[in-house]
């Protein structure tokens, strides 16, 4: 996640309440990141557990958790022009 939006996880402060806010990405990144996170629960079961209360397997299920995991710890969404290309706003 950290890659994604060009920092490296170790410059985190993760001691910070709001660090999740402080780095943003778009749609599109998002969409992207979300992708690669279910393959990776899908994959490894190790990660699965770590992760879920109930570590089930099927795709529509990892969905629901990587969707519930951006919404709690996902970068800040950058806002979108209307042909669709970043503006480097931050949607609040």
């Known amino acids: 996640m950290c890659k994604r939006v060009g920092i490296k996880f170790k410059d985190i402060d993760f ?3 709001d660090w999740y ?3 943003s ?3 599109k990144e998002e969409a992207s990141y979300k992708e690669w996170f279910i393959e990776y629960l899908y994959k490894d079961a190790i990660a699965r557990k770590a992760i879920m209360a109930f570590p ?3 795709k529509k299920h990892l969905e629901k958790v990587a969707n519930a ?3 709690n710890y996902g970068w800040k969404l950058k806002k979108e022009t ?3 290309k970043e503006n480097g706003k931050v949607l609040e």
């Open 15 to 17: 001691t910070s309440n």
């Open 21 to 23: 806010w402080r780095h």
């Open 25 to 27: 990405w778009t749609k």
């Open 56 to 58: 089930k397997k099927p």
């Open 69 to 71: 995991f951006l919404f």
């Open 82 to 84: 209307k042909n669709g």
